[in-house]
């Protein structure tokens, strides 16, 4: 049984075969844009943390391969213990050639003189003068001397390393020519934004300065406005306009589209094996009035992920703390799986919410007003039943709790109409006399199982800290 979602599968010979998220499409946009622009250039793929970049790019990368292509994949996060990026990107180049390949040995050469830098070592000579007071004397008079030794120097330098990257550019070209058949190389860098700023910045005037040659694609796959922090970081500036300055390296940029979130709901439902508890023989046999429990889960956690933009690694997350609860419960209790989802979203989120509930610093009356505060916004009338719904089961639970009572006391019968009306009034619900928000109400409180139930009862699942049962 998963408690943690691990890294899917890819298939060698159908690389999204796995993929729940039915991107496969949008890679073969991304090889068309490749093959129709083989002279090289820059692409991002710019989307949130949290979507599944990753995947889709070591995906992609194996669909390259089975097409032809020559591919490099590179993680810079992992990498960004390396000082100098121009080293890890040659150490991945390395990969493409033999390893006496006289092309890549002429590209280390090169490599050499640019990625050389004297002036730390004068500097370092220079002020190891101050450190003793009489060479501070002799170092005071030969001022003007070292200054002019350090300018000449670094004169020198310059001349070099201008030529240098000249000689670079043209060796990689070589190289990048005798490997790359009649497709261009495709190199991808992944988790650019993660990497500390300094890192970032430099690696990414690396790809433009020296590797920007014909043959080569570059597929940087970022989240463009962390990757903006990381930059306004390296330079000590937030005001900084971060897309003007990643204009001059990203040639196209792409955004995969939002997948379906109900199918990944579904896939994770799977991965997770919620059906061994919602539907296992005890249920079905003793509770067949929460046979259903699983796909009203789907539902809601779909509608509430949507609205909400929560990533699909805080949908695993939640997902997976969902499991570790059902890991706490006996086939015979109830779950209420929507209002259980929502507590979850609401301590990942919200916790400050999830804690004053927990202690009863909320009165009951002021549940739905901060309940509405977290809401998200763009739910249809054909949606807003379910988070009704959700308000109702929390009032009624929640009322049990603060008051240590049951929830009959919420509903009152006009003894003149005969209708039904809520001691407290429904943030939510747009109705007229908050119709829908009392008619759930009324239902919990005719359920035996629901009308006394106490919302701590999915506290301590939560907080995984209910007995657990075997």
Not at 148 to 157: A, G, H, N, Q
Not at 205 to 234: C, M, N, P, R, W
């Amino acid at each position: 049984m998963n408690i943690k979602h691990n890294d899917i599968v890819i298939d060698l010979n159908k690389p999204f075969k796995n993929d729940a998220l039915k991107r496969e499409k949008y890679a073969k946009i991304l090889s068309g844009i490749v093959s129709t622009y083989a002279d090289g250039f820059v692409l991002a793929i710019n989307n949130e943390w949290g979507t599944g970049k990753t995947t889709f790019v070591k995906m992609w990368q194996q669909q390259l391969n089975i097409d032809g292509f020559q591919t490099l994949y590179f993680n810079a996060w992992e990498n960004d213990f390396e000082r100098n990026p121009l080293v890890a990107l040659m150490g991945e180049l390395k990969s493409l050639v033999k390893s006496d390949s006289k092309e890549f040995k002429s590209l280390l050469k090169k490599g050499a003189v640019i990625t050389k830098n004297i002036l730390p070592h004068l500097l370092k000579a220079i002020a190891s003068k101050y450190i003793d007071t009489e060479i501070l004397v002799n170092a005071i008079e030969d001022a003007s001397k070292s200054a002019t030794e350090i300018l000449s120097d670094e004169i020198k330098e310059y001349s070099e390393k201008k030529d240098g990257m000249k000689e670079f550019r043209e060796s990689l070209s070589k190289l990048i020519e005798t490997t790359k058949g009649n497709k261009p190389v495709v190199f991808i860098i992944d988790e650019l934004d993660r990497c500390r700023p300094s890192y970032a910045v430099e690696l990414l005037e690396q790809v433009k300065h020296f590797f920007s040659v014909a043959g080569i694609v570059f597929v940087l796959s970022i989240d463009k406005t962390q990757l903006g922090y990381a930059i306004k970081g390296a330079y000590g500036n937030d005001k900084i306009n971060t897309d003007e300055y990643l204009r001059r390296f990203i040639d196209i940029e792409y955004s995969i589209p939002d997948p379906d979130t109900k199918a990944f709901c579904k896939y994770l439902s799977k991965y997770f094996d919620f059906e061994s508890f919602f539907h296992s023989e005890r249920r079905r046999r003793d509770f067949k009035d929460v046979w259903n429990d699983l796909e009203l889960l789907i539902t809601f956690s779909s509608a509430l992920f949507e609205k909400a933009k929560v990533t699909l690694r805080q949908q695993e997350k939640i997902f997976a703390h969902i499991r570790l609860g059902l890991n706490l419960s006996d086939a015979n209790e109830y779950i209420f799986p929507s209002l259980y989802l929502m507590l979850i979203f609401i301590k990942t989120f919200h916790e400050e919410f999830y804690l004053n509930m927990k202690l009863k610093k909320l009165k009951l009356e002021d549940l739905g007003k901060e309940l509405l505060k977290i809401m998200p916004t763009g739910i249809q009338d054909d949606e807003s039943k379910y988070f009704i719904e959700i308000e109702a089961l929390m009032v009624c639970m929640y009322n049990n709790y603060y008051y240590n009572t049951n929830s009959r006391n919420l509903i009152k019968k006009d003894s003149k109409t005969n209708e039904l009306n809520s001691i407290i009034g429904s943030a939510i619900d747009n109705s007229k006399n908050n119709d829908v928000f009392i008619e759930f109400i009324n239902m919990f409180n005719n359920h035996h199982n629901y009308n006394f139930t106490k919302i701590d009862h999915l506290f301590k699942k939560i907080d995984l800290i209910a007995e657990v049962i075997t």
